[in-house]
């Protein structure tokens, strides 16, 4: 098959199963990334998420031996922004429809049976998202998809910051494919994501997470630090301010995914009457991303935003 005809396929099959946007580039890292991952960490700015140290990371092809491709898929999932409202905790965009983990899990298997029957092979491919110990965004630039933002967040030339990856490697190699090494900042002198974080965890091209409020929000097993809580605008799980006031979101239209709408999951606010309802009944949570935080931990939240005993 003329890799022209593969290339064009694999973005048309893309689309069909909801994805926004595709990229292909080789299973490697440039050493720069790998080189400011290890900085990162011995500056201890991944707090407690010590599966960031896992030397996997560093080589994709650890997850498949033999990849020679891999193809990252870009979802857009942005809601509308709402206001902070007193006794209500708001809910971070990508949270409140289906979890996405579940969404890229059943299209993932679907591309991937799809693309070993197009390419006669079979057991060729090995799926991966950001639950997967790889460098995804890392990869995502090198296939075209955008570039790092000042907020640490992949910026796409037409979708902006609010996005999801996910993708696949595979054995097959596909010829033609990007290895973009440039990596010229693009942000120019804007500042609006740091200038605007709640708790001081950005500076340029760096986050560190325990200063970070979607960090203590989601991923800490730790009591929320004091001085953290009391920066907190409203938020019950996660945080989009760095996203929100960024300009390449600017005029960026919600999402047409029912994947992602509210609707289809726990929604953009929370009360204390539904925070009881879900302590009554958890599995509420199951289908949705508030399951990391579970309802002892979304409990937990809602004392720290509004200075109360936990519901």
């Known amino acids: 098959m003329p890799n022209e005809t593969l290339i064009r396929d694999i973005r048309l099959a893309a689309k069909e199963l909801g994805y926004d946007d ?17 900085e990162w960490l011995k ?8 599966w960031m140290e896992r030397p996997v990371r560093l080589d994709p092809k650890e997850l498949l031996p033999g990849a020679k491709t891999a193809i990252l898929f870009i979802s857009y999932y942005r809601q509308e922004e709402v206001p902070f409202t007193e006794k209500k905790g708001v809910v971070a965009s990508y949270a409140r429809g289906r979890d996405y983990h579940n969404v890229h899990k059943r299209r993932l298997k679907q591309f991937i049976r799809w693309f070993e029957e197009k390419v006669g092979e079979e057991d060729c491919c090995r799926p991966f998202s950001d639950a997967s110990p790889i460098m995804e965004r890392a990869l995502a630039v090198q296939a075209g998809l955008g570039w790092f933002g000042k907020n640490n967040l992949l910026i796409h030339r037409r979708l902006g910051t609010f996005t999801l990856l996910s993708g696949i490697l595979t054995t097959v190699e596909v010829e033609g ?4 090494e440039e990596r010229r900042p693009r ?13 001081g965890a950005l500076s340029p091209y760096e986050l560190d997470s325990s200063r970070c409020l979607s960090y203590h929000l989601i991923e800490s097993k730790e009591p929320i630090p ?8 409203g938020y019950l799980f996660g945080c989009d301010i760095c996203q929100d006031v960024c300009p390449h979101n600017v005029r960026k239209e919600p999402t047409d995914s029912k994947d992602f709408s509210p609707e289809n999951g726990i929604g953009a606010l929370l009360d204390l009457n539904q925070l009881n309802e879900i302590e009554e009944d958890p599995e509420k949570l199951y289908v949705t991303p508030l399951k990391r935080r579970k309802a002892k931990g979304l409990s937990y939240n809602w004392k720290t935003l509004w200075n109360e005993s936990a519901p």
């Open 22 to 38: 595709v990229g292909i580039t080789k299973p490697t890292l440039p050493q720069a990334d790998k080189d400011a991952l290890k």
């Open 177 to 180: 494919t990007k290895v973009v």
């Open 43 to 50: 500056k201890n700015h991944h707090a407690g998420m010590k």
């Open 226 to 233: 004091q001085e953290i809580a009391a920066k907190n605008p």
């Open 187 to 199: 942000c120019g002198t804007c500042t609006k994501c740091i200038d605007h974080c709640p708790t």
